[in-house]
């Protein structure tokens, strides 16, 4: 099993503030990476898949990086619509796991 | 557009079981792989078990694997999730989920079915 560590659980923040949530996995597993973002009482939805492709209609100020063990999603510029719980998952192997969440919330 | 409407959900003893069906459409159903993600109240997502698109090849998480089954019907598009021995802790909102063409990620959720295991 792949374990996956996701930070910060919980980040305060204002719009058009930058962000970077990070993921490190235990194991190398190249590219195959994808983030997730889930509003409350939503089903998640595809941001970035391949650690760095952004999912069609997703906005531009959403960025991944890294490959291997360590992973970024970067938000450039926060909007209101970005308050959010997001999740990183890793599909180089089975069984899929997920990343614990971090929270994003108004400061 | 792709749409994966869940049913089949609701409270059962533990011990019990209960049968969560998928019904998917918008796209060519036995292409895909398919998968279910829960996620117990309040906490994060938990995937469970993929399919892949012919039905062949399955795949579990250690917490489910000899109570859970995962199927499809490729001929009335639906994906099936069997869950026996259910336990407090399966207690969650099950996904529906397709996954990407090469069977990777999830690029569509439906809008989950709650499962409540309690007496």
């Known amino acids: 099993v792949i374990w996956m560590t996701q930070s910060p659980s919980l980040l305060s923040a204002s719009t058009g503030d930058r962000l970077t949530i990070s993921c490190r996995m235990s194991?190398?597993?190249?590219?195959?990476l994808a983030w997730y973002q889930q509003k409350p009482g939503k089903a998640p939805e595809l941001l970035i898949y391949?650690?760095?492709t952004l999912q069609s209609g997703v906005p531009s100020r959403f960025s991944g990086s890294g490959s291997g063990t360590d992973f970024t999603l970067t938000i450039s510029c926060l909007q209101s619509e970005d308050f959010a719980t997001y999740y990183c998952q890793q599909y180089y192997s089975f069984p899929r796991t997920f990343g614990q969440g971090t929270k994003v919330e108004i400061k | 557009e792709v749409q994966l409407v869940e049913s089949g959900g609701g409270l059962v003893q533990p011990g019990g079981s209960l049968r969560l069906s998928c019904a998917a459409s918008g796209f060519t159903f036995s292409s895909y792989a398919m998968s279910w993600v829960r996620q117990a109240p309040g906490k994060g997502l938990e995937w469970v078990s993929a399919?892949?698109?012919?039905?062949?090849?399955?795949y579990y998480a250690d917490s489910v694997k000899g109570r859970f089954t995962i199927s499809r019907d490729n001929s009335k598009n639906t994906l099936h999730l069997q869950m026996n021995s259910l336990r407090a802790e399966d207690t969650a909102v099950y996904y529906c989920?397709?996954?990407?063409?090469?069977?990777?990620?999830?690029?569509?959720w439906g809008q989950g079915t709650l499962v409540t295991v309690s007496s």
């Open positions: 391949a650690a760095s």
């Open positions: 399919i892949s698109g012919s039905g062949v090849s399955t």
């Open positions: 194991q190398g597993i190249s590219s195959y």
């Open positions: 989920a397709k996954d990407s063409p090469n069977g990777d990620y999830v690029d569509y």
